[in-house]
């Protein structure tokens, strides 16, 4: 058995390889093709834990992961934990990966998908709203995805945004860094929005002429409670893209919405229907991902393949 940091994830294997994983995925999602029992969801308080596991043809992973939104405060990341890979045919585990690497390697990866079928075809510039370590990965995999030749971030810390800059060079050393005052003036400089936060209320303005024109990918809305776009955009809708079905108990950015008649259930769909099935792209667009451990999985035994033929990792006994 392997442990594989977070650099041995980075390392193993290309962004296109990772998203091609990501990809596959969904459209294994479709097929059925997979075992993935619903996740266990324990919430203490404002914290949650989620113990997570999926079965395809060959192998099995579980993620244990904890989201804990007041560690910033506490000097640690609010996600945390561990993601355990398993072969089908023996169980014996072969692989520990670190589970905030992982997990927002392959969220990214999701949300590159997204842009890959729904941007518009003139991207040049890609908008994030959160300056976290998903941040970090939204911004790498989404700017490659659409070949951008900006990225805008933008942050309630502004300190915040200043760090996520000076780390992004090391991925995207060729790219234009900004630093977005407001998110208005993000979204008058992008084509691409990604929201990547844990705020409870709308991140982006309830502006119909801001929003209009735009690929709109939601990260952060995990709990029915919480959301992060605007009444405004649902308006400009044709169609929703989601991840997984279980979506739509699960993210307040969907929840609320239908709820409140603001959309209606049919004009929500998988992004791997889509794919599948593709048709002509709207003028505004929005992406949903709430995640899954079909994910997990894919992406742990991409890694763990690539890891193995590169010689990374630490070799531990279980």
Same mark, same amino acid.
């Given at each position: 058995m392997?442990y /594989?940091t977070?650099e041995d994830?980075r390392?193993?294997a290309?962004?296109?390889?990772?998203v091609d994983a990501?990809?596959a995925s969904?459209l /294994?999602y479709?097929?059925?093709?997979?075992?993935?029992?619903?996740r266990m969801?324990?919430?203490?308080g404002d914290n949650?834990m989620?113990i997570m596991?999926?079965?395809? #043809? #060959?192998?099995?992973a579980?993620?244990?992961?904890?989201?804990?939104?007041? &560690?910033?405060k506490?000097g640690?990341?609010v996600?945390?934990?561990?993601?355990?890979?398993?072969d089908?045919?023996?169980? =014996?585990?072969?692989a520990l990966l &670190?589970?905030?690497a992982? @997990?927002a390697l392959?969220?990214?990866a999701?949300?590159?998908v997204?842009?890959?079928?729904l941007?518009?075809?003139d991207?040049?510039?890609?908008g994030?709203?959160?300056?976290?370590v998903?941040g970090f990965?939204?911004?790498?995999?989404?700017?490659?995805v659409?070949?951008a030749?900006?990225i805008?971030?933008?942050? /309630?810390?502004?300190e915040?945004?200043?760090?996520l800059?000076?780390?992004?060079?090391?991925v995207?050393?060729?790219?234009?860094?900004h630093?977005?005052?407001?998110?208005?003036?993000?979204?008058?400089?992008?084509q691409?929005v990604?929201?990547?936060? @844990?705020? $409870?209320?709308p991140? =982006?303005p309830?502006?119909?002429? =801001?929003?209009r024109?735009?690929?709109?990918v939601?990260i952060?809305?995990?709990?029915p409670?919480?959301r992060?776009?605007?009444?405004?955009?649902?308006? =400009?809708?044709?169609t929703?893209?989601?991840? @997984?079905d279980?979506?739509?108990?699960e993210?307040?950015d969907?929840i609320?919405p239908?709820? &409140?008649?603001?959309i209606?259930?049919?004009?929500?769909?998988? $992004?791997?229907k889509?794919i599948?099935?593709?048709?002509?792209?709207?003028?505004? @667009?929005f992406f949903?991902s709430?995640g899954?451990?079909?994910? #997990?999985?894919?992406?742990?035994k991409?890694?763990?393949e690539?890891?193995?033929?590169? &010689? /990374?990792?630490?070799?531990i006994?279980p």
């Open positions: 392997i /594989l977070e994830i390392q193993a290309s962004i296109g390889e990772v990501i990809e969904m /294994l479709e097929r059925g093709e997979f075992l993935m029992p619903d969801h324990i919430d203490s949650t989620l596991p999926c079965f395809i #043809d #060959d192998c099995f579980t993620k244990l992961v904890t989201l804990f939104p007041d &560690n910033p506490r640690a990341a996600l945390n934990g561990i993601v355990v890979l398993n089908c045919r023996t169980g =014996l585990p072969v &670190n589970g905030p992982l @997990t392959r969220t990214a999701v949300a590159a997204s842009i890959r079928y941007a518009p075809p991207t040049r510039a890609v994030i709203v959160g300056a976290g998903q990965y939204q911004a790498w995999l989404a700017s490659s659409a070949n030749t900006d805008y971030i933008h942050d /309630l810390y502004p915040k945004a200043a760090a800059i000076e780390k992004l060079p090391a995207v050393p060729d790219v234009k860094l630093k977005a005052a407001t998110a208005e003036d993000l979204l008058d400089n992008t691409v990604i929201t990547a936060t @844990t705020s $409870l209320n991140v =982006l309830d502006d119909e002429d =801001l929003l024109g735009k690929h709109f939601g952060g809305s995990y709990k409670a919480v992060e776009f605007p009444r405004a955009l649902y308006n =400009l809708l044709e929703i893209y989601i991840d @997984t279980h979506a739509l108990k993210s307040g969907l609320v239908l709820k &409140n008649n603001w209606n259930k049919d004009r929500i769909k998988t $992004l791997g889509y599948n099935q593709p048709s002509p792209r709207s003028e505004t @667009t949903k709430v899954m451990a079909l994910f #997990d999985v894919c992406a742990a991409l890694i763990y690539k890891a193995k033929q590169k &010689n /990374l990792g630490q070799k006994t």
